[in-house]
């Protein structure tokens, strides 16, 4: 009834903001177009406070990017196959999965591939809404959608009228703005276009606008003439529906009535929806470990996220946004009208961010500028953009009111968490250079080297690593054998003789029978007596196939070296021996995506 009757203005006034934030933008591309988005745009006009919060605000938001998109084309898919809708978290899952690896695998955005849905999608909400809307005003039929004779209370079962109205008004226009979301996506990916990069860029925000408001009015008008409700839950806000009633999402509602006597459009229709959805999810996949390079580049994540793959992915990054949203998805179930409760915050203090520091930007472009005609652009931009800062600033105020305890708190609580692990790992990167800058350290020569070549049994790693010890020509050398089983460490010792090694075997005792202990304490008692030598202790150490083997070998030498790290003045040196199982991983390994290579020295 009423709710019904606010929709339109909700979705006139959703759109007057598109237009606004549309128009801003496209001084944003113009004004940077390097593909820094709303993060460089606030660093270098509010400073990097400013900066860091809009980089956690659009980390966070496009990790619901991918949730909530993903969530939604599962929904979609649901409301035609009913296997789907029962089990929307692991058709979630499993869709974040495959997107993941073919971004792992450095998909290429081909323009056929992705032109090809779109095209299709488009086509089919413009016949949707236009066969739909002839249907029903000229040739005068009676399309119904399959919710319009329930009605929508609000969740605590009261009728949707006066604040409660308001509120309800209130969460639409917010949930509407999601529309909004693909805007930084675009001004992020500037760098991707076709030159002139900018005035390409600044079109496609045009089209995007054109085209997002054409289909959300069209589907609005279209939803109200059919009387669709939508609910966050139906059990408990739709009356008048079965006990057993599954909510399917608008478009299913307005697909299923338009094209009733075919019923391969409609599975088309939704087909081509859930497409759409996996697409928009894959912008996240774009802009998220890119943006995590930058911030990674400016010490605020850690480095691994900055480095790209053997495919030229980022792929830290991108696991990290799988993981991140398939935690969501399960989290939540993969409920959409529960996950759209914290979407869009983020992309918002980016808007409103971005907007200050672009008034910012054109007053300082003011007081060095004295060409009267490019002043008059940069006033005209500035009120724009001034605009904008006031206009998603409010929305940013309305979401916040509407949505804080419906959920949005969450997001909030995420960013604030997000800005305060960056802060800390950009003081630790600080406090690591000012202490590996330090002038005041003498490079002073180590006097001797001495090497200890840890030894269990003597078999082909030993020698190796005895030999590999000698060629370093060091100026002594010894071999060391922790004594846990006595017959085993005599028979060591026998062979040791027999075969006549010129390198001497030292035994130690290890009174409770453990074997990092005694070796440390070794290598202390040397660096004791000598302390301007080197000691550098070699470890043999297996090269496996096969994951699980790793589980069954080389875990006392992993944790020899991990206490030995921590001595100064010692060396640790592994001495790599291949087992069988181990043939053809290394060809294997230069194809795949390496997680968390090493990227060199940290700056």
């Known amino acids: 009834g009423l709710a019904l009757t606010f929709t339109p203005w909700v979705g006139l006034a959703v759109a007057v903001v598109m237009v606004v934030v549309i128009a801003c933008y496209r001084q944003n591309v113009r004004a940077y177009p390097s593909g820094g988005g709303d993060y460089e745009?606030?660093?270098?006009?509010?400073?990097?406070?400013?900066?860091?919060?809009?980089?956690?605000?659009?980390?966070?938001?496009?990790?619901?990017?991918?949730?909530?998109?993903?969530?939604?084309?599962?929904?979609?898919?649901?409301?035609a196959i009913p296997f789907v809708y029962s089990n929307e978290a692991v058709f979630a899952v499993i869709a974040i999965i495959l997107l993941t690896a073919m971004n792992l695998r450095g998909i290429r955005e081909s323009r056929a591939m992705f032109a090809v849905p779109v095209y299709a999608f488009m086509i089919s909400m413009a016949v949707l809404v236009v066969w739909g809307l002839f249907q029903v005003d000229v040739l005068d039929r009676d399309l119904r959608a399959e919710s319009a004779d329930f009605e929508l209370v609000t969740p605590d079962g009261v009728?949707?009228?006066?604040?409660?109205?308001?509120?309800?008004?209130?969460?639409?226009?917010?949930?509407?703005?999601?529309?909004?979301?693909?805007?930084?996506?675009?001004?992020?990916?500037?760098?991707?276009f076709r030159r002139p990069r900018a005035r390409n860029a600044a079109t496609t925000?045009?089209?995007l606008g054109v085209v997002s408001i054409s289909f959300l009015l069209g589907l609005i008008v279209l939803a109200i003439r059919l009387g669709v409700q939508i609910a966050e839950d139906p059990a408990a806000q739709l009356i008048g529906a079965p006990e057993d009633y599954q909510q399917k999402t608008m478009v299913a509602q307005l697909a299923e009535p338009v094209f009733a006597g075919v019923p391969v459009v409609f599975y088309a229709v939704m087909g081509v929806t859930a497409l759409i959805l996996i697409l928009a999810s894959n912008t996240a996949f774009n802009g998220f470990p890119v943006l995590a390079s930058r911030l990674a580049r400016d010490k605020y994540l850690p480095r691994q996220l900055a480095t790209r793959g053997d495919r030229l992915a980022f792929s830290n990054g991108i696991v990290l946004l799988a993981v991140a949203a398939i935690v969501l998805v399960v989290a939540f179930d993969a409920q959409v009208t529960v996950l759209i409760q914290l979407y869009i915050v983020g992309v918002f203090v980016a808007f409103t961010l971005s907007q200050l520091g672009m008034i910012r930007h054109w007053t300082r472009q003011l007081e060095t500028e004295q060409i009267p005609a490019v002043r008059r652009r940069m006033r005209r931009a500035r009120v724009v953009n001034a605009v904008g800062f006031v206009l998603t600033a409010g929305v940013l105020v309305i979401i916040m009111a509407s949505r804080l305890f419906a959920g949005a708190y969450i997001a909030v609580l995420a960013m604030l968490a997000v800005f305060g692990v960056m802060k800390l790992i950009n003081r630790h990167y600080e406090s690591v250079a000012r202490e590996?800058?330090?002038?005041?350290?003498?490079?002073?020569?180590?006097?001797?080297?001495?090497?200890?070549?840890?030894?269990?049994?003597?078999?082909?790693?030993?020698?190796?690593?005895?030999?590999?010890?000698?060629?370093?020509?060091?100026?002594t050398i010894e071999a060391l054998t922790v004594n846990?089983?006595?017959?085993?460490?005599?028979?060591?010792?026998?062979?040791?003789?027999?075969?006549?090694?010129?390198?001497?075997?030292?035994?130690?005792?290890?009174?409770?029978?453990?074997?990092?202990r005694p070796v440390v304490d070794y290598v202390k008692r040397l660096r004791e007596q000598s302390p301007r030598d080197v000691v550098i202790v070699y470890i043999p150490e297996y090269v496996v196939g096969h994951w699980w083997e790793q589980l069954l070998h080389n875990q006392s030498a992993l944790r020899l070296k991990s206490r030995l790290l921590y001595e100064r003045g010692v060396m640790v040196t592994s001495v790599p021996w291949q087992l069988s199982s181990s043939d053809g991983r290394a060809q294997q390994a230069s194809d795949e995506p390496v997680i968390g290579r090493w990227g060199g020295p940290e700056e």
Not at 446 to 475: E, F, I, Q, W
């Open 41 to 79: 745009v606030a660093t270098v006009n509010l400073g990097p406070n400013a900066g860091l919060g809009v980089g956690a605000a659009l980390l966070i938001d496009y990790v619901l990017t991918v949730a909530v998109s993903i969530s939604a084309a599962a929904a979609n898919i649901g409301s």
């Open 159 to 192: 009728a949707v009228t006066g604040l409660a109205l308001a509120f309800v008004v209130a969460k639409s226009f917010a949930s509407g703005c999601a529309a909004l979301t693909g805007v930084e996506a675009i001004h992020n990916g500037v760098p991707a």
């Open 205 to 207: 925000l045009v089209v």
């Open 436 to 475: 590996l800058d330090d002038s005041s350290w003498e490079v002073v020569l180590p006097s001797r080297t001495h090497c200890v070549v840890l030894v269990s049994k003597l078999h082909l790693p030993t020698l190796r690593a005895l030999a590999y010890a000698r060629a370093t020509r060091p100026d």
């Open 484 to 516: 846990i089983e006595t017959a085993e460490t005599r028979t060591l010792v026998r062979e040791w003789e027999r075969r006549r090694i010129s390198v001497p075997l030292k035994v130690v005792e290890s009174p409770y029978r453990e074997i990092n």
